[in-house]
């Protein structure tokens, strides 16, 4: 059962940037989804980006197309999500997910789960 340990969350200002790692405990090979997701207060997960294959396909939420890059270093078992232009509604829980599919990052065909880091823009 491979183990995600995200990183990178914090407090930053409207407009400003971060960048999230999300460390796997084993290898990610090519025939998985790597995905990020959040989730607000009240509300339900929502997927943000995904890369499927390392490199072969991208998917982002129409939210954030355009601000937030997904990219994963497979010789460093690690994804990471570029966010910039950042805006108070960023403002969630970011979790890393895996699973077989990308699914249109629908949170239930992802089967692993890190614990989340906290992002938090201000105005």
């Known amino acids: 059962q491979v183990q995600l340990v995200e990183s990178g969350g914090g407090s930053v200002q409207a407009g400003g940037s971060l960048r999230l790692s999300c460390v796997a405990s084993e290898y990610i090979g090519s025939g998985y989804c790597m995905a990020w997701f959040r989730q607000r207060p009240g509300e339900e997960r929502e997927g943000v980006a995904g890369i499927y294959g390392g490199v072969i396909s991208k998917y982002y939420a129409d939210s954030v197309k355009g601000r937030f890059t997904v990219s994963q270093d497979s010789k460093k078992n690690t994804l990471y999500l570029q966010m910039s232009s950042l805006e108070p509604e960023d403002t969630a829980i970011y979790y890393c997910?895996?699973?077989?599919?990308?699914?249109?990052?629908?949170?239930?065909?992802?089967?692993?789960w890190g614990q989340g880091t906290q992002v938090t823009v201000s105005s």
């Open positions: 997910a895996q699973g077989r599919h990308c699914s249109n990052l629908r949170a239930a065909a992802f089967d692993y």
